[in-house]
């Protein structure tokens, strides 16, 4: 039997793999230096650290995806290995900005903090509300006003499947049609 191989996917690993690292290691140090800022040692600056980073992260994986992929594809049509160069130099750069932008998006998020803390003389991080379940708290609040709207209905069709529709037809079907004798 023959194998018929069309490339390797070696490179496009490597890539892959490489970019994925130097984003855990941005992070981390990213990570590091802002914990040692009071904004971040709460549970509500814990949250925001953590979206911020997510979106840092998925905003470079994509980076990496498609860069490691059309640097493996340029590297296997030509031979030459300066699409990895470019990949790599576009990559780190993009790392700079993120660390960069992201370390003075917090830096000002913690000067606000910080401002408002000492001016009102309370710490509005650190307030807790139900022991402190300030988010689930929210969902189900949010939930419940959700499930409380007179739309939603649990009334099932002459098909057997739910029926949105059943209280519209059901009243539709009171009306007085003047057409009809």
């Not at 750069?93 to 998020?109: I, P």
Request: one cysteine or more; hydrophobic letters at 50%; charged letters at 15%.
């Amino acid at each position: 039997m023959t194998e018929i191989r069309v490339g390797s996917r070696r490179p496009f690993r490597i890539g892959l793999l490489t970019g994925i690292l130097v984003i855990l290691i941005v992070l981390g140090i990213q990570l590091f230096l802002l914990r040692v800022l009071s904004v971040f040692n709460t549970g509500l600056g814990l949250w925001v650290l953590a979206t911020e980073f997510v979106s840092t992260a998925a905003l470079l994986l994509a980076l990496v995806f498609v860069g490691s992929f059309i640097a493996a594809r340029l590297q296997r049509q030509s031979g030459s290995r300066t699409p990895w160069g470019a990949y790599y130099i576009l990559l780190g750069l993009a790392c700079f900005a993120a660390f960069t932008l992201g370390m003075n998006s917090r830096l000002a998020l913690d000067v606000k903090y910080s401002t408002y803390a000492t001016k009102a003389g309370i710490n509005f991080l650190n307030l807790q509300y139900l022991n402190g379940a300030v988010i689930w708290t929210t969902l189900l609040l949010t939930a419940l006003f959700m499930l409380s709207d007179p739309r939603v209905s649990s009334v099932t069709g002459s098909d057997g499947y739910h029926d949105p529709l059943h209280r519209f037809e059901r009243s539709m079907s009171v009306v007085h049609d003047p057409l009809k004798v």
